[in-house]
């Protein structure tokens, strides 16, 4: 398995209040990325990053932001968290060693409801 | 625009039965990867398998078994003499050839096996 922790894991808050979800990975991989899991959506990209403070926007990127101080973690903040931010987020990582090769590997999600 | 769609919610089958995962792919690139994904009832996303395009073999791995058939726009999965360790939502999704790493995932299939 991918060497890859989310924190926390479960998270609970209110609407209007800052929240910041941790990816931390011990792969040295390149790539990470965020998704969110919505019922009826699969997955979608929120955003990524493809080294250190180099960051991109995904799908649906609107009401998030995201740092990469360093390479082995990957924050993703809700700046004021609403309703519909109320998904399973997933974090996942990959080499980034060309198309042809590069496979995502997926965290184990962080359970997010906002109140 | 790409698109993934997988048409079955849920498949509910008996212990022993194969089960075929429908997965329709649209994209206007020449080059791009497919993939599918297990995610149990722990929650977390577990890599099947990559396919690329310009690769149309079949692929076996035990009990599972991809065709990919790029006449169709398809990239279907069958699990032969399913089990109920089986039972998961299924993921397929499809990945640009020489734009980004994003992955655009269908909306997944729900497989239930019974005993």
């Known amino acids: 398995d991918a060497g890859i922790t989310q924190s926390p894991r479960h998270k609970v808050t209110e609407t209007g209040t800052p929240v910041t979800l941790r990816c931390h990975q011990t792969?040295?991989?390149?790539?990470m990325y965020w998704y969110r899991q919505d019922p009826g959506h699969g997955l979608r990209l929120i955003h990524y990053s493809y080294g250190v403070k180099d960051t991109d926007k995904g799908e649906v990127s609107d009401g998030y932001s995201v740092s990469r101080s360093k390479t082995e973690d990957f924050l993703l903040t809700l700046e004021s968290a609403t309703s519909s931010q109320t998904s399973v987020y997933f974090c996942?990582?990959?080499?980034?060693?060309?198309?042809?090769?590069?496979?995502?590997?997926f965290g184990p999600g962080t359970r997010l409801t906002v109140l | 625009a790409q698109k993934v769609t997988q048409a079955q919610t849920e498949i509910s089958v008996v212990e022993k039965e194969d089960v075929t995962l429908d997965c329709v792919y649209e994209?206007?690139?020449?080059?791009?990867?497919l993939f599918w994904y297990k995610q149990p009832p722990s929650g977390e996303l577990v890599f099947l398998i990559r396919?690329?395009?310009?690769?149309?073999q079949n692929e076996i791995s035990g009990r599972y078994s991809w065709n990919f058939q790029k006449s169709t726009s398809s990239f279907n999965f069958t699990i032969t003499a399913s089990q109920v360790v089986d039972s998961a939502v299924y993921f397929c999704?499809?990945?640009?050839?020489?734009?980004?790493?994003?992955?655009?995932f269908g909306g997944g299939t729900r497989l239930m096996v019974k005993p």
């Open positions: 999704a499809l990945k640009r050839g020489n734009a980004g790493n994003m992955l655009t």
């Open positions: 396919r690329n395009s310009f690769d149309e």
């Open positions: 994209t206007r690139d020449t080059t791009y990867y």
């Open positions: 792969e040295n991989h390149r790539y």
């Open positions: 996942a990582i990959s080499e980034g060693g060309g198309p042809s090769t590069d496979t995502q590997y």
